[in-house]
């Protein structure tokens, strides 16, 4: 079956660029360019599924077609898209009919909320360290955390080649019967492994490790391998933090 073609001037009025006879004019200046060739024919037709279309230098999207989702990841799950080890992957939880890949990474050994979409600007701008979008961890350690202990991790800490830098970081139970603490730590930086290295550099094992918010938007009332779609309030206060 043949896929549907579209006249450009049409397809960037829909994706909200401007009026279509604004459109036909950016297209006639050659400001309008069609997989990297720019197009000054205003009969030209395109596959929005295929084809990429930028102007003014900027990628052409029509955001109705831009999904979001909120996946309250797993232990024993990898976040990459395609694994040379064939283990179990995030998308095997998340059946939709886009294409779809994780915004940032988690671990394995790591649960919690992560986000997915079909969104490249968006994976950009959330991954990109200028943006610093806060991620916030509750962790489960081995031994008794000090306030001396709280103070150095927000304060930054060696993690190998990188002092890491400040944070918050608070306790939030201590058991002293099972030898076990809990923490809180809410980071803006995301090097691998990061939070299990600061609390390495405190001497401590990390013994559970979940990330329960990115930004304002948090996993709590997701259960473990549950997701959803965020809402456009959720999206809209994302895009204004980036």
């Not at 009025?13 to 000054?40: D, H, M, P, Y």
């Not at 995030?90 to 394995?108: A, C, H, Y």
């Not at 962790?139 to 001396?148: A, C």
């Not at 329960?212 to 999206?235: A, C, F, H, N, Q």
Request: one cysteine or more.
């Amino acid at each position: 079956m043949e896929e549907k073609q579209v006249r450009l001037q049409k397809y960037m009025a829909e994706c909200g660029i401007a009026s279509r006879r604004k459109c036909e004019e950016l297209i006639s200046q050659g400001k309008v360019e069609v997989n990297n060739q720019t197009v000054t024919e205003l009969g030209t037709k395109i596959n929005p599924k295929k084809d990429i279309v930028t102007c003014n230098g900027k990628n052409v999207e029509n955001e109705g077609s831009k999904i979001y989702i909120l996946l309250n990841k797993p232990i024993g799950y990898v976040t990459t898209v395609k694994d040379q080890f064939n283990r179990d992957s995030i998308l095997d939880l998340v059946k939709v009919k886009e294409r779809i890949v994780p915004v940032g990474r988690l671990d394995m050994y790591t649960s919690g909320a992560i986000i997915l979409t079909n969104d490249g600007e968006f994976v950009y701008k959330v991954t990109h360290p200028k943006h610093e979008i806060e991620k916030t961890y509750n962790v489960t350690l081995k031994g008794i955390v000090t306030k001396n202990d709280i103070d150095k991790l927000k304060s930054g800490v060696d993690i190998g080649n990188y002092i890491t830098r400040k944070c918050e970081a608070k306790i939030l139970k201590i058991d002293k019967e099972k030898n076990i603490s809990r923490i809180q730590v809410v980071i803006h930086e995301g090097k691998n492994r990061q939070v299990r290295k600061m609390c390495e550099a405190i001497g401590k094992k990390v013994l559970a490790l979940h990330r329960s918010k990115i930004g304002k938007i948090d996993v709590k009332d997701l259960e473990l391998g549950k997701w959803r779609y965020l809402t456009k309030d959720e999206i809209k206060s994302f895009k204004k933090d980036i």
